[in-house]
C-alpha cells in the first residue's frame, strides 16, 4: 500500500481547497485582513481621478462665471465703445438706427436700444438666419445690458441657435473630462491588476504555497514591492526547507542507534530483570512510534494534496482497524471517499489508539453518509478533553492534563488531522448528547 510523495509543480494562484498550514505568521495576518468585499482599489482610484476632473470643470466656471473670464473681458470693451458711439437720446430716431445697423456690423449679436422703460427704441437688423428673432428678447435670453447715463439701455441677444460662452465652457469642459476618464481606465486598471495578482501570491504563500511568486513588472514602486515579495518567499521557503530537512534526517538518523538499542536489549535479555526489560522495551517502541509519525508529518507538510489516490471502501477499512484493536463496536453504513488507503489507515489507527490509551471501554465507531460527506464517530466514556482545551488537541506534542503522565507521542491526533485536510475533510471533536467524548472525521464521499 505504499505511495509515492512528490513535490508539486510551482503554482502562484491559491488553490481551492488547499489545506497545507501557513508557513508564516506574519504572511497569514496580512492575507487574513483582506476581505472579499472590499471595495475594488482599481475603482477607487478610477473614480477619484474622474471626481477631480469634475470638482476641476465646476470650479472652473464658477470662478469664470463670479469673476469673468477673457471672453468678458473682451466683449465689455467693445460694449463700452459701442456706448461712446451711440447718438445721444435727443437724436432722431433714423440717425439712432443707423448707428446701431453700423456698429452692429461684423458682430455675432443683435443690439437694441431701449428707453427708460425699457421700450423699444431701435434694434440693428436682422440678417439671415436671426429674422424671426424677437425684438425684445425675454428676461433672461439677453446676453448682456448696459445701463446708460441718460436712461437708455443698450442690449445685445444671441441670434437664435446660438449658445451662451459659459455653456459652451462647461461643456467642453465636462466633454474633456469624460475623454479622459475613459483613457485613464485601462491605465489605472494596469497598476492595479499588479496590485491584485500581488495579493493572490500572498494568499498562496499563506495557504502553505511556499512556491506562490509574483512576476515582477515595470520599474516603480509596485515592481519593488513584488520583488520584496519574492524575495521574502524564497527566505521563507529556504528556511522552512531548511527545517523539515533537519527534522526528516534527524528522525531517520535516529533509527540506527536504535535499532542497535534493541538488538543489544535482545541480546542481554536474559540477565536484565524482567520488569526493567518490559520497560526499556517499551520505551524504545515509543520513540521508534515518534520517529515514524515525524517523519509522515514532515512528508505530509511538504505536500499540499495527494499526489495519487484510489477509491477506498472506508466502512471496511474502520473494520481492519478495530479487529486490530479488539474490543471495538463498530456500526454504520458502506461509504467510499478518495484517498490514500495507507494514509486513511494510519488516520483511523491514531484515533483508536488514543481512544484506547485515554479513555474508557467500550470504545465506539459510528460510520454514516449525509449531504455527500461520510462522517465517523470515534467515541468513548471517559472523561474527555475540557472545552478549553478541545481547540488544543490537535497540536503537534501537545499534551493534555489528564494526559500527561500516560504514554504517548503528542503527535497521533495533529497528524490525523493533517491527513484529513489533505483529504479535504476535517477532524474535530465534541461531546455527544449522551455527554460521552468523541472524535468526529469528515471526509467528502467519492462521486
Not at 482599481?42 to 464658477?62: D, E, G, K, N, P
Not at 531517520?252 to 535482545?266: C, D, K, N, Y
Request: aromatic share 4%.
Amino acid at each position: 500500500m505504499s505511495r509515492a510523495f512528490a513535490r508539486p509543480s510551482k503554482t502562484i494562484p491559491n488553490r481551492p481547497g488547499a489545506s497545507s498550514p501557513c508557513a508564516a505568521p506574519a504572511i497569514c495576518s496580512l492575507a487574513s485582513r483582506i476581505e472579499p468585499g472590499m471595495t475594488r482599489l482599481y475603482l477607487r482610484i478610477y473614480l477619484t481621478v474622474v471626481a477631480s476632473l469634475l470638482v476641476f470643470a465646476a470650479a472652473f466656471a464658477w470662478v469664470w462665471h463670479s469673476r469673468g473670464g477673457p471672453y468678458d473681458t473682451t466683449m465689455h470693451s467693445q460694449v463700452q465703445v459701442i456706448a461712446n458711439a451711440l447718438p445721444p437720446a435727443r437724436a432722431p430716431m433714423a440717425d439712432q438706427q443707423q448707428t446701431l445697423d453700423r456698429l452692429a456690423q461684423g458682430l455675432p449679436v443683435r443690439l437694441a436700444l431701449l428707453d427708460a422703460s425699457r421700450r423699444l427704441i431701435a434694434q440693428s437688423r436682422p440678417r439671415p438666419g436671426i429674422d424671426d428673432q424677437p425684438a425684445v428678447p425675454r428676461a433672461g435670453e439677453a446676453l448682456w445690458m448696459l445701463h446708460l447715463p441718460d436712461g437708455r439701455w443698450l442690449q445685445a441677444s444671441l441670434p437664435r441657435g446660438g449658445h451662451q460662452p459659459l455653456h459652451v465652457l462647461l461643456l467642453s469642459l465636462f466633454t474633456l473630462a469624460a475623454i479622459i476618464g475613459v483613457l485613464v481606465l485601462p491605465v489605472v486598471r494596469r497598476i492595479t491588476a499588479r496590485l491584485e495578482r500581488l495579493q493572490q501570491a500572498v494568499e498562496s504563500l499563506g495557504a502553505g504555497d511556499l512556491r506562490a511568486r509574483v512576476a515582477v513588472e515595470g520599474q516603480d514602486e509596485v515592481a519593488r514591492l513584488a520583488q520584496s515579495f519574492n524575495q521574502a518567499a524564497n527566505r521563507i521557503e529556504a528556511l522552512v526547507g531548511h527545517h523539515k530537512s533537519l527534522l526528516a534526517n534527524a528522525s531517520h538518523e535516529l533509527r540506527t542507534p536504535l535499532t542497535r538499542i534493541r538488538l543489544t536489549l535482545e541480546l542481554i535479555a536474559p540477565s536484565v530483570n524482567e520488569e526493567r526489560r518490559d520497560g526499556l522495551q517499551q520505551d524504545i517502541g515509543e520513540l521508534d512510534a515518534l520517529i515514524d509519525e515525524i517523519l509522515l508529518a514532515s512528508r505530509l507538510e511538504a505536500l499540499p494534496h495527494l499526489e495519487a489516490t484510489e477509491a477506498v471502501d472506508l466502512l471496511a477499512l474502520a473494520a481492519e482497524e478495530s479487529a486490530r484493536h479488539g474490543g471495538v463496536d463498530l456500526e454504520g453504513a458502506p461509504a467510499t471517499v478518495k484517498g490514500d488507503p495507507r494514509l486513511l489507515l494510519r488516520l483511523l489507527r491514531n484515533l483508536l489508539d488514543n481512544a484506547s490509551r485515554h479513555g474508557i471501554p467500550p470504545v465506539q465507531v459510528r460510520l454514516q453518509v449525509a449531504d455527500g460527506r461520510a462522517e465517523l464517530v470515534v467515541r468513548d466514556h471517559g472523561p474527555g478533553v475540557p472545552e478549553g482545551e478541545c481547540a488544543s488537541v490537535f497540536e503537534p506534542f501537545y499534551r493534555g492534563s489528564a494526559a500527561r503522565d500516560r504514554a504517548g507521542t503528542g503527535l497521533g491526533l495533529s497528524l490525523a488531522r493533517q491527513i484529513a485536510r489533505h483529504h479535504g475533510g476535517e477532524l474535530a471533536c465534541r461531546y455527544e448528547p449522551d455527554g460521552a467524548f468523541a472524535f468526529v472525521l469528515s471526509l467528502p464521499v467519492a462521486s
